[in-house]
């Protein structure tokens, strides 16, 4: 009849919506939110929780993230007969710079207004080296010594390098007679001392370093400073492979950094361009990157990374464009992230494996329905009870539970395939009980309840296979929800339209059950074959994109 219709319709349209599941990721991220706050980690975005589960690649800027931020003047070095205090002291009284290695120079040094400044020169992460040119007293540059000497200087390398590879952080002053008034770098620029500073390196960093090494992630350090000063600090700091580095400045294509990426772990002089460029030759190569940094340098790679995380201590610019926040710079908050990410990403993956069952099984029984013209097994009610004792009440409870497991695979295929063979066999079964028993002129409601009963059977058994290992805290969830589902089906007979079951159903009904695990195990193999066709076609494709 018309009414016996819609209300069919509705029943299989109610079951082919996964109700609650958008609800249930919700919860779980602002729960995941509010955990993080007490680890003192500001969310900006909230899918990068579960991103920073799945990252395979972790790219940390050295000042910041390995070291604590903030850098001391060791001692300085004479090549020339100058009082090297009075100029750095002029220097910075005259240069504008705001960075850490200005604040150990300002701290060391005392600042000094006895030149008179013509020109300031700012630094630039670009450059490398700022300066200032003062009035009868020629131009006077500080900063890295292959920027301010690219032709090179045998005696100042050798020395820089000797200090760079005990982990020190080296500046070079230079001078030149010239008063300059752009700048561009004077060809009579000669050194006149070096500047030796360190850096703090975090005590939660050899900790925190060897954790992602267990998980398998690959670490890149990537730095604006000597290449051979950023190795030595990330050996200090226990990073495996360290002394593989290289300078970026000998990286010129996108197909020189790619390579240099499968290469390197430490890279050095590193431009924001090249930060940018790094992270994007990452992502092509198909891995999941996130990038910590706390400089105006790393904007453009935090923009471009899958997941970005700033110090608190960082520039607001940093802040602004990363999608986690760490509010005490504590760079040991990291695991608890991922953790966070891996509960979420986990629970909501098996949940979402249980939403998909109903969704599945509705519309292949309603296929099903419109080839052999027979009645809808489900009424509106039944299916509202399966969906609350089969699916929504226990994900609810199991959704928050720690589930720290590795992430792998695709996120649908991997819902698919725990779904699929559950709700194969109840879409077989309840298409038999309907169609044999409405051929033979059995009571609808009673097909009804025999479907029933065969539907929460199988969802017993889908959330014990789902919910592995059983701890004794799911067996309890999964074993009191499914028995108030029989609990239930008993006091709201009238209400759930369901009948008494006769001894010859009963017994197909107990038939059906102990050949359910077989279906289900037949289905898990077909699911098998139609993802290794789908991988096969798939590779057929890209084989003739090469050729094309």
């Known amino acids: 009849t018309f009414n016996s219709s819609i209300v069919s319709t509705v029943a299989a349209i109610l079951g082919m919506i996964p109700e609650g599941l958008v609800l249930l990721t919700s919860v779980a991220l602002t729960l995941s939110v509010l955990r993080l706050a007490k680890q003192n980690t500001l969310v900006q975005e909230l899918f990068c929780i579960e991103t920073l589960a799945r990252v395979d690649v972790l790219c940390l800027d050295k000042t910041g993230t390995i070291t604590e931020g903030t850098m001391k003047v060791e001692f300085d070095v004479k090549m020339s007969n100058v009082d090297i205090s009075e100029i750095v002291g002029n220097l910075m009284h005259s240069l504008t710079d705001v960075n850490v290695t200005a604040q150990a120079l300002k701290e060391h040094y005392q600042t000094k207004t006895n030149f008179n400044p013509y020109f300031v020169i700012p630094f630039s992460s670009d450059r490398k080296y700022s300066g200032t040119s003062y009035f009868n007293r020629g131009t006077y540059y500080i900063g890295a010594y292959q920027f ?167 520039s607001d610019a940093a802040k602004n464009a990363a999608n986690l926040v760490l509010l005490d710079n504590n760079f040991d908050a990291m695991p608890h992230i991922v953790d966070e990410g891996r509960r979420v990403i986990n629970n909501i993956t098996m949940s979402a494996s249980m939403f998909l069952i ?107 296979k789902i919910y592995r290992p059983l701890t004794k805290y799911r067996k309890f969830i999964i074993y009191s929800t499914q028995f108030c589902y029989y609990i239930s089906m008993m006091i709201g007979q009238s209400i759930l339209e369901l009948t008494g079951v006769s001894f010859n159903w009963l017994m197909i009904l107990l038939g059906l059950i102990a050949f359910s695990s077989i279906i289900v195990d037949l289905s898990a193999e077909l699911f098998k ?20």
């Not at 009870?385 to 928050?400: E, K």
Request: proline share 3%; hydrophobic share 45%.
């Open 148 to 314: 301010l000497f690219p032709k090179g200087n045998e005696e100042l390398e050798e020395k820089c390098v000797d200090y760079a590879s005990e982990g020190y952080r080296i500046l070079v002053l230079a001078h030149t007679d010239e008063v300059m008034s752009n700048e561009a770098l004077p060809v009579d620029l000669e050194p006149l001392g070096i500047i030796v500073l360190s850096d703090v390196i975090r005590k939660d960093a050899k900790e925190t370093l060897a954790y992602f090494n267990e998980q398998g992630v690959d670490l890149k350090v990537i730095s604006g400073d000597d290449p051979i000063t950023v190795s030595s600090i990330a050996k200090r700091a226990g990073l495996n492979n360290a002394h593989h580095y290289v300078d970026a400045t000998t990286l010129s294509t996108s197909e020189e950094i790619a390579e240099a990426l499968n290469k390197y772990s430490v890279f050095g002089r590193v431009t924001p361009q090249q930060k940018k460029a790094m992270v994007v030759a990452l992502k092509q190569q198909g891995h999941t990157v996130a990038m910590t940094g706390d400089g105006v340098n790393d904007v453009l790679a935090f923009k471009e990374a899958d997941c970005s995380i700033a110090m608190a201590s960082g």
């Open 358 to 464: 109903k969704t599945i099984f509705s519309a292949l029984i309603a296929i099903s329905t419109i080839f052999f013209g027979q009645a809808y097994p489900f009424e509106p009610i039944q299916l509202s009870l399966i969906s609350a004792c089969g699916v929504g009440i226990p994900t609810f409870f199991l959704t928050y539970e720690a589930n720290f497991a590795r992430v792998e695979g695709n996120f649908l295929e991997t819902v698919l395939e725990k779904s699929f063979p559950s709700a194969f066999t109840i879409a077989i079964g309840a298409t038999l009980i309907t169609n044999i028993g409405l051929t033979l002129n059995y009571d609808p409601n009673m097909l009804s309840t025999v479907c029933v009963l065969f539907t929460g059977w199988n969802y017993t058994i889908a959330l014990l």
């Open 529 to 548: 074959y139609i993802k290794i066709f789908k991988e096969f076609l798939e590779k057929r494709r890209k084989k003739r994109l090469s050729k094309g």
